[in-house]
């Protein structure tokens, strides 16, 4: 596994990874870090925009396509986008990088 400086790059190394997964697909960064104000102790926000339809696809394929980055420690979503089609929200921890770099992914 390669080693990140810090969770922008950490960000961006996840980000590529779900972009390429899934064709016509982008993952961009919300939260502190696409504002600019984030600090060591930020964590990762992402929302990743898919074609229509492949909601659920994606969300199946998560830990394997992640795990091209950092071994996936444990994933846990929102009970109330379970199951939907149309929108996930799941969050993400990693082995191997600090505690703090957890993933929050809006798909």
């Known amino acids: 596994m390669a ?7 950490f ?5 590529r990874v779900l972009a390429d997964a899934v064709p016509g697909s982008q993952a961009s960064l919300t939260g502190s870090l696409g504002a600019g104000t984030a600090d060591e102790y930020s ?5 990743w925009v898919v074609p229509d339809g ?5 969300a199946d394929r998560l830990v394997e396509v992640l795990g091209a980055v950092a071994e996936v420690a444990s994933v846990r979503s ?4 379970q199951r939907s089609a149309v929108r996930r929200l799941i969050f993400v921890r990693f082995r191997g990088v600090p505690l703090f770099w957890r993933l929050d992914l809006q798909i």
Do not use: N, T
């Open 3 to 9: 080693v990140f400086p810090d969770q922008r790059a």
């Open 11 to 15: 960000a961006a190394a996840i980000s």
């Open 43 to 47: 964590d990762i926000d992402l929302a």
């Open 54 to 58: 492949a909601v659920s696809r994606c």
């Open 78 to 81: 929102v009970p109330e986008f």
